[in-house]
């Protein structure tokens, strides 16, 4: 060991923040890997999008439906007078 150099040093993953490797060298080295890590993210990011979306359209069609529902009930009862 170096003199001056501390045992706590890492050799994982963060090891270039401790002065073994810059982040752009880093970056250089594992930019398959940060590229993949994106792609996953945006994709889990985009389908909770369109879920949501595809949920909020689905909650107004659905209350579009009751609605005429309701108003052909209301006019059935007011257009028939025996059910009063």
Request: hydrophobic share 45%.
């Amino acid at each position: 060991m170096a003199p001056g150099a501390s045992s706590l040093i890492p050799c994982g993953a963060l090891a270039w923040y401790y002065g073994g490797m810059g982040a752009d060298e880093w970056i250089l080295h594992n930019w398959f890997e940060l590229l993949s890590s994106v792609g996953v993210v945006g994709g889990l990011w985009y389908t909770g999008v369109s879920v949501h979306s595809g949920a909020k359209a689905q909650r107004i069609a659905n209350l579009l439906t009751l609605t005429a529902n309701h108003r052909e009930l209301w006019s059935a009862f007011y257009s028939n007078r025996t059910v009063r």
